[in-house]
């Protein structure tokens, strides 16, 4: 058989050289792909030789993007990326392709938030009063406590660390903090925040795990109250040299584990305090991490800092191992979609979504597209949201 003549398409080379840039691809691993050399991936950006179409849409499935914006006159001016506080060396502003779909996916989100609020006059700016830096993050921390009522008997009636992450979430949303939850390289990121439009946006990183996603939560919390748009790598037992990213681990910290709470704590069980079943107790009581618990010994007193670097070095690599979600376990078949939709976006997503609907104001097609689910789990997403 004649092989079929390839359709080469003209495109602007600013504009592909904008869609490989903000990709995260190189150009190795595009023509790899495309079963070329770099060479030519580097003469379609300067224009000396055109794409073929069937090229443009291996490009567009790789990138995620419509071929159409392969097609464009000049590139799109996208919102900035949140300032990098992740501080990885030779990576201020380079992302792992993954992360760089999440940004893109949660600014789409966050978009689509702002639009369907507006259609039912719903209000997206922040509740909240900003917070200065020069405050004192544990008096906030404090604050935040009382006005979410989270007491030390509150939060151990959790169940689990799910239910506390549920609960802050809700919290947030009757904020208008939209929560989203991604999965990204853990070791590119952990979280990031959106304050630049409105509603405010945090996205957090489901390789983590929960208790690592508890304390990203709240540190990302902390952001939005000092009104930055980041993204980083927050880790409670990590001495920031960045300001902003001190206060909101001491922030996060306070808010999970009260000073005057570990104290009393650390001071009833002072006998066996690093002994593997007491932490993991402990941990348990307050849905917090070995790691954080070992921190606050460390600060008051309890453990000298040669025991701490000890015992922490065993409890480190947990924080990268995600553990299966509750409603995971036994399903045989992985996360059902309405599960794992609720999980991404949260409820106050999906109820946009739904009222949006109710009244006409988007299609069908719409709902399900902005869901990223199918019409056999429309029903049930809408059933599990609880607002």
């Not at 003549?5 to 600013?14: M, R, T």
């Not at 001190?246 to 570990?262: G, M, R, T, V, Y």
């Not at 109820?351 to 029903?379: E, G, H, P, Q, W």
Request: charged share 30%; glycine share 4%.
């Amino acid at each position: 058989m004649p092989r079929t003549k390839l359709i080469a398409v003209n495109v602007e080379p600013s504009v592909l050289k904008w869609l490989i840039e903000s990709s995260g691809w190189t150009r190795e691993e595009i023509a790899k792909r495309l079963k070329t050399n770099p060479k030519n991936i580097e003469k379609m950006e300067s224009g000396e030789k055109k794409p073929s179409f069937r090229q443009l849409e291996e490009l567009s499935v790789i990138f995620k993007r419509p071929v159409a914006s392969f097609l464009l006159s000049k590139p799109l001016t996208e919102k900035p990326k949140p300032k990098d506080y992740r501080m990885l060396p030779n990576k201020t502003n380079k992302f792992d392709k993954k992360t760089i779909l999440v940004i893109r996916k949660a600014r789409r989100l966050q978009e689509l938030s702002k639009e369907l609020s507006k259609n039912i006059e719903y209000e997206t700016k922040s509740k909240l009063e900003k917070t200065k830096i020069s405050e004192n993050p544990e008096k906030i921390a404090q604050k935040y406590r009382l006005i979410f009522n989270l007491t030390e008997d509150g939060q151990r009636r959790f169940k689990t660390p799910y239910e506390l992450f549920n609960y802050l979430r809700d919290l947030l949303e009757d904020l208008n903090i939209f929560l989203f939850q991604f999965s990204m390289p853990v070791e590119d990121a952990r979280g990031f925040v959106f304050v630049d439009e409105s509603p405010s946006v945090i996205v957090v990183n489901t390789k983590d795990n929960i208790e690592a996603r508890v304390f990203s939560l709240i540190h990302e919390f902390g952001h939005i109250l000092l009104g930055e748009s980041v993204i980083d790598l927050p880790d409670a037992t990590y001495s920031y040299k960045d300001t902003g990213e001190q206060w909101c681990n001491e922030f996060a910290s306070a808010f999970l584990l009260p000073k005057d709470i570990s104290k009393n704590t650390f001071e009833t069980n002072k006998a066996n305090l690093t002994q593997k079943e007491m932490l993991k107790t402990l941990s348990n009581r307050f849905k917090v991490s070995k790691a954080m618990l070992l921190l606050n010994m460390l600060k008051l007193g309890y453990i000298e800092r040669a025991d701490y670097a000890a015992i922490l070095a065993r409890f480190k690599k947990e924080e990268i191992k995600p553990k299966k979600e509750p409603e995971e376990e036994g399903t045989g078949g992985g996360v059902p979609s309405e599960v794992k939709c609720l999980s991404e976006v949260g409820n106050k997503f999906v109820s946009l979504v739904a009222n949006n609907y109710d009244r006409d104001y988007i299609t069908y097609t719409d709902a399900l597209n902005y869901l990223s689910i199918k019409s056999k789990s429309f029903d049930k997403v809408l059933s599990k949201a609880k607002k």
